[in-house]
């Protein structure tokens, strides 16, 4: 089999892959990434389980679709399986960029691409001396952001981190120091601190898809994710916010082809999922009581939903699930609720167009529930005919090989 599939635990994403490549007539190999032994010795490498060697599954396939969870796992695995001569979706350099918030949007910046204000200082909060003495830098690094982000708020988060995990909002000025002390250097927080102007997105972002396949130009989906809520400035989900299914308008497709070429570079094939923030300030076009009251009646029926994507048993009886799962999907969209912030986000977003800030780009996305259910995007499609596209340039060009060297053998 020519494409593998990386994982550490088979959840309902490598699920989702696994019956789409079934019914794209698609095979697949399956690596494990856990409990696993990579063994490098004068002969080559093994990769081996205490009881299954995979180093022949390596062997023979081409393309690896790494779906290792954490940002540092991903690139552990795309490290190794590159060195072992493998294509893998993503490339270990698209991962290295997405691995950092900041390295991101330099890039974007770098391209001329809108994104918030952003403050990157490469000192940490707390240091200590070789003598083992605490350094505290708290005063230092809140005069250094506030010497450039001053007014209407100002957002601190961890370099690597993901799910909104410690993005904090300091309102006002003497939020700072107290926000800044609770920051630690962390696996997720490697180096210094990374500060952000509030964007004043009224209750949305943003969350857009863009794949290429080997030898042909990326392609932005039309419709992207909408989260939106007041629950939390952050917009995430889990903080009890909504999501929605929306068309982006033209311009902020061809920006992020831009972002995600920029991220891409020479690479063949890629999948990246962009976090991009609307800066409305105070163009609303409709009163905030109407949106959160439109809002609250969404929730019985999201609320179902998240009780359907929190049962234990799911990976167990994935079929029967993914169907409830669909079901509660449909009934919330069916909702006039649904449909009015729908509208609402679109007609927000289109005179908002030229105003999209980018800030994120994220190389392993969740996909199988909100963005298949809800933008209607099943990204493993596009992830498998990115793998596909990558084995079938490798084999033209094979194709093409043998038969310039037979052309001079006769
Ligand atoms: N500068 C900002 N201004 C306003 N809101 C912000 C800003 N930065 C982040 N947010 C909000 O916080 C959320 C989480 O931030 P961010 O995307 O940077 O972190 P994350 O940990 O990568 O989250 P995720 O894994 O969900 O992408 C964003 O989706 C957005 O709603
Ligand atoms: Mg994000």
New binding site residues.
């Given amino acids: 089999m020519k494409i593998a599939i990386l994982f550490e635990n088979s959840k309902t994403e490598e699920l989702g892959i696994k019956s789409t490549a079934e019914q794209l007539g698609i095979d697949l190999s399956f690596i494990p990434f856990r409990k696993v032994a990579i063994c490098l010795n004068e002969t080559g490498y093994s990769f081996r389980t205490r009881g299954k060697n995979f180093s022949k599954v390596i062997d023979d396939c081409e393309v690896v679709l790494n779906r290792a969870q954490s940002k540092n796992r991903r690139l552990y695995a795309a490290t190794i399986l590159e060195a072992f001569g493998k294509y893998v979706i993503n490339p270990l350099s698209i991962e290295a960029v997405c691995f950092s ?1 900041f390295k991101t949007v330099l890039r974007f910046w770098k391209e001329g691409i809108k994104t ?1 204000k952003t403050v990157y200082i490469p000192c940490n909060v707390k240091e200590f001396k070789t003598d083992g003495s605490k350094i505290n830098n708290e005063k230092d690094i809140c005069d250094l952001i506030q010497q450039d982000l001053m007014s209407g ?1 100002i ?1 601190v ?2 370099d690597s ?5 410690k ?1 904090l ?1 300091a309102k006002k000025q003497e939020e700072l120091i107290p926000i800044l002390r609770e920051s630690e250097t962390s696996i997720i927080n490697p180096i210094g601190i990374l500060a ?4 004043q ?1 009224w209750f949305y ?1 943003l969350r857009i898809i863009v794949a290429k396949e080997s030898g042909r130009p990326p392609y932005c989906y039309q419709k992207a994710l909408a ?1 939106a809520g007041y629950k939390d ?4 989900t889990y903080l009890g916010n909504l999501a929605f299914g929306v068309t982006l308008p033209t311009c902020v497709m061809e920006n992020a082809i831009k972002c995600c070429n920029t991220i891409g570079g020479n690479s063949k094939a890629w999948i990246i999922a962009l ?1 991009a ?1 609307p800066d409305i300030g105070n163009d609303k076009i409709a009163d905030d009581q109407y949106v959160k009251k439109e809002l609250d009646k969404l929730r019985p029926s999201f609320n179902a939903i998240k009780k359907i994507k929190s049962e234990k048993s799911k990976e167990k009886n994935f079929v029967d699930w993914n169907k409830r799962l669909e079901n509660a999907f449909e009934h919330y969209k069916n909702q006039r609720a649904y449909k009015k912030i729908q509208t609402l986000v679109e007609e927000s977003l289109e005179r908002n167009r030229y105003n999209v800030l980018f ?2 780009a ?1 190389s392993c996305p969740e996909f199988w529930e909100q963005t298949r259910l809800i933008a209607g995007v099943n990204l493993a499609v596009p992830l498998l005919k990115c793998a596909q596209s990558v084995v079938e340039t490798k084999d033209e060009q094979l194709y093409e090989y043998r038969k310039y060297t037979s052309a001079r053998m006769s």
Avoid: A, I
């Fill in positions: 918030k918030p708020g957002v988060k961890p981190g993901s799910h909104g995990n993005v909002l952000q102007t509030f964007v997105k972002d989260r400035f952050r917009t995430n976090d923030m800030h994120e994220n």
